[in-house]
């Protein structure tokens, strides 16, 4: 087992240093230990949670999924988060990293990636950059992997060996960490995959070796990212998927700026 995927002990001060989803998922845990719940009961509605925990439904939804990898619940699309088994004497909560953490970091990281690369590209690196995105066009089903190529040969062509190994374990970690593969396939199951558009804009960046505009449509990119991975948590609440993710990219924006 990988420090990727071990469970973590909650410790003598477990929540102080806490993001909020873990914070609501040990609360979560404690209800439902508390025999609040049986099992086959539908949890509170993810806008009754937002208003009784003083959360915003993303932090809702990481925390559900957290209890979802761990089996504590069952998430059906549509319906709701419905109780799958209850906390027993050794159960403790324990926390991987989330599709919305690694995709934050993604985009610090990526967004360097690409400012680096676009003073360093080769013709030959910009030429498989322009097949791989005919690849996601022409074959979804292969996007994922033509995605992933395309990114790592970006952070290849940054020229800095170890940009380039931290770029590829963050993409490593999308299998990795239970909670992130979890809801990378929940995006697939809501048919959501690269868009062209969003690649052609990075490549074209690149092709005028500019680099503040590479980092930036690199950051627009994976912002648009966290918007797709906040809808496939919840395909009715789609404006409010964007309004959060914006709210994050203004985040990091500020952060990098």
């Not at 410790?11 to 025999?35: N, V």
């Not at 299998?175 to 804009?201: D, M, Y």
Request: net charge negative; proline share 4%.
């Amino acid at each position: 087992m990988t420090d990727a995927t071990r469970p973590q002990s909650p410790g003598p001060e477990a929540g102080s240093h806490d993001r909020l989803y873990q914070d609501l998922a040990r609360k979560l845990m404690a209800e439902l230990a508390t025999g609040k719940f049986k099992v086959g009961d539908r949890l509170p509605a993810e806008r009754e949670l937002t208003t009784q925990y003083n959360v915003s439904r993303p932090t809702v939804r990481e925390a559900v999924i957290a209890l979802e990898v761990q089996g504590f619940v069952e998430v059906k699309v549509g319906s709701g988060a419905y109780v799958r088994r209850l906390p027993g004497r050794d159960d403790t909560p324990g926390f991987n990293i989330s599709a919305f953490e690694l995709t934050e970091a993604r985009l610090l990281f990526e967004g360097e990636a690409a400012a680096l690369a676009a003073t360093q590209i080769s013709e030959d690196e910009l030429a498989e950059l322009a097949g791989l995105i005919d690849e996601m066009d022409r074959n979804p089903e292969g996007a994922v992997k033509a995605d992933r190529a395309f990114h790592l040969t970006i952070a290849r062509a940054s020229r800095n060996n170890a940009v380039a190994e931290a770029v590829e374990r963050l993409w490593e970690l999308r299998q990795l960490s239970p909670e992130s593969a979890l809801l990378h396939e929940k995006a697939r199951n809501a048919n959501v995959i690269p868009v062209v558009e969003e690649h052609t804009a990075v490549l074209e960046a690149l092709r005028a070796h500019d680099s503040n505009a590479a980092r930036a449509a690199m950051r627009t990119h994976l912002a648009a990212v966290l918007d797709s991975l906040l809808f496939a948590t919840e395909e009715k609440a789609i404006e409010e998927a964007r309004r959060a993710a914006r709210a994050k990219r203004e985040r990091y924006v500020r952060a990098t700026s």
